[in-house]
């Protein structure tokens, strides 16, 4: 479902005219005239980071993920794996549609139909050309990063109304790199997947609207060879079933969801036994059985702590806001956890602090997520603080010594001119964007007060819960549970390129 919808920025208009076609609706109309009635959704959600991630025209309600998995044989095979989907996808046009586009990298389409009816496959029309009849066409185009599968269904599709697209692809899985060269999207190991997608990898593995202003719920089966462990959002909808020799696996994630949280990760888990939160959160583990040793004992000496940190960010943020929990961790170590939606994935070993780190993030980036990728700090800064108050807690250094800590060495003019609250494509997991974010909410806790500070945090969950909101509605609710105006603030803190003055250091 649409959070509120974005601009369109001014790249897209360019955009638009490079793929030619996509977007087109035909010859100008007179002036004066009505335009046609029915016209292409746009091929991006306005995001100006990713322009071509997510689409418009249309809201997703629900994606059913029907996946065959093969992973690489042993080494010296290459690291490739047979990828086999069929998604289904339910979606409500917020437009009269002629055509709409939705987000596909690296898979190839074989069938698909439009409320059961089959659309043919075709090259992409020249631009303004008009297609006959019901069609989808696919651009893949690596090196402009423009990953569009558009179709034409035909009837058109009335604003208001609900289809239901069957899209069967498949491909050979690799390990898709983003715009900043990092490892995410259907990340192949040697003993299956490791499936962290933000931001905009989901696309690598299945047809859907990448943004993260169109949640939606999600059911998946992930048939495997036997012995191999599929382990999705949620919860195991039905036992898994097994015959000759391949393992279907079930699993069910009804809250709502942004693609990038979505995760389907395959390996050689040993999935533990379901255990709970005092409040009666399901937390269900699944662990690499190839970790062993410290690893093995730090992982399992963090993940037990999860009941109990589940219930210090209930007690801080309020409810937990999904129907699970739990941890996968894989031991193929590319070095770093993504907070996929109920169940975050770390590579190697689970560490305390990040435990707590992408448990922090089920609140803050999941239930409310940045509904422009600009927004990132919203989502590294709250778990970053989310560190820092659990940290004392514990009994260890109060989050004030952890502000001086950040706050007195000295730093590069390279560190402080970096903008938190604009940080590029290319920065959205710079060092800042955790740490001057964290500061920047510590800051704001010194500027209105403990009682306003954690008043307006659950407000903000509360407001934008399955949704998204940006840094200027976040400003909106601490303004209004402080009666602040907060604009020097945050200009100082998101925007300055400079070190914030010591007005918000505490002695
Ligand atoms: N959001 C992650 C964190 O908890 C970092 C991250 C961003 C990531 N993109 C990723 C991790 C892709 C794995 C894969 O800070
Ligand atoms: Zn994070």
Known sequence: MNGKRLKLVGGLAVALTVIGGLGATGAAAAPGAPGPRYTAGSQGAGDAYFPYSGNGGYDVSHYDLDVTYTPPAAAPAPLEGRFEGVATIDLVATQDLDRFNLDLRGMEVSSLTVDGKPARAIAPPAPGAEVDGAAYWHVQDDEERIWELTVQPRPKIKKGQSVQLVVEYGGTTTRPLDIE????????TRDGAMVVSEPDGSMTWYPVSDHQTDKASYSFAITVPEGKVAVANGVQSKPEQTAGGWTTWYWDAPDQQASYLTTA????????????????VPIIDAVDTKITGNALTNTNASLGLQPQMIDFLESRFGPYPFNSYGSIVDNDSVGYALETQTRPVYSGSAGQGTVLHELAHQWFGNAVSPERWADIWLNEGWATYATWLWTEHRGGITAQQAYNNWYAPARTPAYWSFQIGDPGALGLFATQVYNRGAATLHALRVEV???AFFAGSRLWLERHNDSAGTAEDFQAVFEEVSGEDLDAFFQTWLYDQVKPPATWTLP
């Not at 060269?181 to 192949?188: F, L, M, R, S, V």
């Not at 990760?265 to 009666?280: A, K, N, W």
């Open 181 to 188: 060269e990092a490892p995410y999207g259907w990340w192949t």
């Open 265 to 280: 990760s395959v390996g050689d888990f040993e999935l533990r036994p379901t255990y709970t939160s005092t409040s009666g």
């Open 449 to 451: 007060g403990d009682e």
